[in-house]
Nanobody, 125 residues
């Protein structure tokens, strides 16, 4: 089974930037869609951004449009989430994931989804 590992989280001031990275334990993701979720205590995991490796179709949640950028490196072996103009409300655990399509990403869980363990992002006022 594909295993994903996130990195790049940390503590930043409001208005600052971070870049999260996600790599599969194997060489490739093995799924069409790669994406980022985030979750705060007591809340569901919310889909923030998704990218199709086949069509390059990109989805962003309204809350992060214009501030976050999802991308893959040229070799398509590393997934990134560039986060700019960070706000305190962006504080959350961020998870990378892979799945077969957007329909399955709408669900909280999916047997076809590969998850990372998450990385904490904290934005101070």
């Amino acid at each position: 089974q594909i295993q994903l590992v996130e990195s790049g989280g940390g503590l930043v001031q409001a208005g600052g930037s971070l870049r999260l990275s996600c790599k599969p334990s194997g060489r490739t993701f093995g799924r069409n869609y790669v994406c980022w979720f985030r979750q705060t205590p007591g809340e569901e995991r919310d889909l923030m951004a998704a990218l199709s490796r086949i069509s390059d179709t990109i989805y962003y949640a309204d809350s992060v449009k214009g501030r976050f950028t999802i991308s893959l490196d040229s070799a398509k072996t590393t997934l990134y989430l560039q986060m700019d103009s960070l706000k305190p409300e962006d504080t959350a655990v961020y998870f990378c994931a892979g799945d077969i399509n957007l329909s399955t990403l709408r669900k909280q869980t999916s047997p076809t989804r590969a998850w990372g363990r998450g990385t904490q992002v904290t934005v101070s006022s």
